[in-house]
């Protein structure tokens, strides 16, 4: 049922993906492994999480994790008590319901990202930031951006290299 209204809600673009969006609830409790291997991390990738922690990215992602989580609380209330739905079906609708949202908080991540990613590349240089997202690339599972943003709070390797390296 939910995989059917699913497959409708994105039947604008068909490729690849329309199939693995197929599998949202699988995707959500089974994550796929984002490496194949363990990359070999570099002083680029250490620079990129003292990025992180300078910039307090975590903080304001957890803040945000909050701001969301409580009006998703508010949605499943509301759902029952005003449309006297069951939690398992306030559950699903939050579900098809959560996915803007969550492509926003990617958004929100990804930004974070590049933001770290521009930070190690100041304390490093080009050529060290060019091997180590080499090596990230290598041991990442390849994925579509699109993929990307509504599963993953990373970037693909791929995309950060590119916006970090290739101006
Ligand atoms: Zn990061």
New binding site residues.
């Given amino acids: 049922m939910i995989e059917l209204r699913e497959a409708r809600a994105v039947q604008q673009r068909v490729s690849v993906f329309t199939l693995m969006r197929l599998l949202p609830l699988i995707n959500d409790f089974v994550p796929l492994p984002e490496n194949r291997e363990p990359p070999a991390l570099g002083r680029f990738v250490e620079m ?2 003292q990025g ?1 922690k300078v910039l307090h990215h975590a903080l304001l992602r957890n803040l945000v994790k909050v701001a969301f989580a409580l009006v998703a609380i508010w949605f499943l209330a509301a759902l029952m008590i005003r449309w006297q739905m069951l939690f398992w079906e306030a559950v699903l609708w939050l579900h098809v319901v959560a996915i803007p949202f969550r492509i926003f908080f990617h958004f929100y991540c990804w930004n ?2 590049y933001e ?1 990613d521009r930070y190690a590349l100041e304390k490093t240089d080009k050529k060290l930031a060019k091997n180590n997202l080499r090596e990230l690339i290598r041991c990442e599972y390849p994925h579509t951006p699109l993929f990307a943003l509504i599963y993953r709070e ?1 970037p693909t390797a791929v995309l950060r290299k590119e916006r970090l390296l290739n101006r």
């Fill in positions: 990129h999480e992180h974070q990202e770290a990373h």
